[in-house]
């Protein structure tokens, strides 16, 4: 199967291998899922799995970009409508905050342990397009505007992307206990998207309320 994402449709099997392998990848991460758990799990076979994909690295780049498509979606429904930089910004932190499959970090670290370069770049691409393209435009309408400033659009779109990723609840698999007691006790639950926008825009610095 192509995985070009303009394919008109994907058979029931073909969609049910994916549906499968986006909640184990996402629940196991990429090596601690196998086929055999993916083909039990999704009541296939192996066979039908292999006609439709070529082997376990050419399905998590698949489900991983049709994760990135759907973000891109609900990405550009969010800001579709907003009047200023602030509140588009505000409606895409919602976005990635809130989305289960907003948390994109676990993805390109599998990507990168696991994926040849070829299939990297692939992912590399795709992000860039659903993920970084749409931050972009925000940034440059801001820019163009005179809302933003000192920083290109790609700056800013990834300095707010990796500002969002600090905040975002986490999806990957969970950690082993004795790193997470080590860990400081921190949760990012009080932070709004208004919030997070708004220590984007203005830093932590106390600003001048005189009027």
Request: charged content about 20%; aromatic content about 8%; cysteine-free.
């Amino acid at each position: 199967m192509n995985s070009d994402l303009s394919e008109p449709a994907y058979s029931p099997a073909a969609t049910r291998i994916l549906t499968t392998a986006t909640r184990l990848f996402m629940q196991r991460g990429y090596s601690a899922v196998s086929v055999n758990d993916i083909v039990q799990a999704a009541d296939v076979t192996k066979p039908t799995l292999y006609y439709h994909f070529s082997d376990k690295e050419e399905l998590f780049v698949v489900v991983s970009i049709h994760m990135l498509a759907e973000m891109h979606a609900v990405m550009r429904q969010a800001v579709a409508g907003q009047p200023d930089t602030r509140q588009r910004l505000v409606a895409l932190a919602h976005v990635l905050l809130q989305a289960p499959n907003g948390d994109t970090r676990m993805m390109r670290h599998q990507a990168r342990e696991h994926l040849s370069p070829e299939r990297q770049q692939r992912l590399a691409a795709a992000f860039g397009r659903y993920m970084v393209t749409p931050l972009r435009e925000v940034m440059q309408q801001g820019l163009d505007s005179g809302e933003l400033a000192g920083h290109s659009a790609d700056e800013l779109a990834f300095l707010f992307l990796g500002l969002m990723e600090g905040f975002q609840r986490q999806t990957a698999p969970d950690r082993e206990p004795d790193i997470a007691a080590a860990e400081p006790s921190f949760s990012t639950d009080r932070f709004s998207a208004e919030t997070v926008v708004d220590l984007f825009l203005h830093g932590t610095a106390a600003r001048n309320r005189a009027s």
